[in-house]
Every structure is written in C-alpha cells, then in structure tokens.
C-alpha cells in the first residue's frame, strides 16, 4: 500500500526565511495535495498536484510534484509567523488515480517561524 | 457558510462507557471519513462512507462503529471505549466535484480513562 514519508519532522526558521518541505511516496502518485494544520485544529486544504511537472501557487506557498512523480516539495517563500503549523501530504492509499476515499497520509512537518 | 462540525470538542470518560461523536456537513457531500490523530502516527483513517447506507472500513477500524443513514451525518460510535482509544479525531467530507478538497472538522480531543 501507499506509504508517504515527509522531510523533515520539523523545522525552525527566522521569519522573511524561505524553507522547503517535502514528501516522498513508496508508489506513483496520480494526486498529490497538501494541508496545514494549525496546533490542535483541523486541516485546512492548500492545493493538489495530479500532473507529473505540476506546480501550484497559494499566496506566497508553491508545491510542485516531480516528473517521476514519486515526490512533492512544498516551498515558502519570505516566511511569516502565520505559516506556522503542521504541513502534511496526502494521497490516494492504493496509488491509483483518483476517487478512493482510502486515504493515507505523511505524518507531518512540524513548522515553527521565529518573529 | 461551508463547514463540518463536530461534538463534542472536548470529552473525557471512563473505559467501558459508551459513547458518541456527532459529525455533519453542510455541503451535500457524497464522501465522509472519520480520522485519529496521534504523535509520532500522524493521521489514520478509521472508517469511511462514500454515500449514505454505505461505509468501509479504514486503516484502524477496531474498537469503532459508524452508521450513515442520512447524507449530511456521519457519527463515531465507541461502544466500550478503551484508554487505547484516547485521541484527537476528525470528520471530513468532499463531494464529487472537487474530488481531492477534503474538508475537515475542528477535531474532538478524546480521553479515556
């Protein structure tokens, strides 16, 4: 089964720093999306990636899915206090294309910007 | 507004004792899913339905129950609860249009003692 692993479990950075996360899959990705997580509190949708070379833009958080499609980074540009939280990938857990509600997810990357 | 609700946010109870957490969208969503979250697991799907009358089981299915009789319901049934069982649990929901766009409640943080 899909098995996502994320890099790295957590991350300190001094604000207006850009930092990436990312998220490796053990099978081809056919959808690949992101959430963030504030301490304690649902999951908030950022973006998905479907297509191999695939890259998405939400304010100033951009994620891109390699050709191969076997991985995904997320990238932050100029960090703020308010990116702080969990980022977690997710994914279709039989790595097959789309609509299974079987889903699995990485266990997160916890991010924490220093003012 | 477009939301997931959940309750109770907060329970703290003893092993054995039955109990229920309620979960409903607002947005005629097809699919419903019930997740724990604990340290150093992540997220696991515990049980899953794709429209009412029909559930399947997720990764951690054990000690959980769920019923999905109406579309805009989907509650998690502890029958005897067990400290094992103590977690921080969401509902989520999506419809068919926006397949990948789950949208999740604010969590119930669950004690058993």
């Known amino acids: 089964s899909q098995e996502l692993e994320q890099s790295p479990q957590s991350l300190i950075v001094q604000e207006g720093k850009n930092l990436t996360i990312n998220c490796t899959s053990s099978k081809t990705l056919y959808g690949l999306y992101w959430y963030k997580q504030k301490y304690g509190e649902g999951l908030i949708f950022l973006m998905m990636?479907?297509?191999?070379?695939e890259e998405k833009s939400h304010e100033k958080i951009t994620a891109k899915l390699d050709e191969k499609k076997q991985q995904s980074s997320l990238h932050i540009t100029a960090s703020q206090p308010s990116h702080a939280g969990i980022y977690l990938c997710g994914a279709d857990k039989s790595g097959t294309q789309g609509g299974s509600e079987k889903l699995v997810f990485g266990k997160g990357t916890k991010l924490t910007v220093n003012p | 507004e477009a939301q997931v609700t959940q309750n109770p946010r907060y329970l703290i109870t003893v092993t054995g004792k039955k109990l229920t957490v309620t979960c409903s969208q607002n947005?005629?969503?097809?699919?419903m899913s019930w997740y724990r979250q604990d340290p150093g697991l992540g997220l696991r799907q515990i049980y899953y339905s794709m429209n009412v009358e029909v559930t399947d089981k997720g990764d951690v299915p054990e000690g959980y129950k769920v019923s999905r009789k109406e579309k805009r319901n989907f509650p998690l049934i502890l029958e005897s609860p067990s400290p094992n069982q103590t977690s921080l649990y969401f509902c989520?929901?999506?419809?068919?249009?926006?397949?990948?766009?789950?949208?999740f409640g604010p969590g119930t943080r669950l004690t058993v003692t």
């Open positions: 989520a929901s999506r419809g068919w249009s926006r397949a990948w766009e789950q949208y």
């Open positions: 947005m005629n969503h097809e699919y």
């Open positions: 990636l479907q297509k191999g070379g």
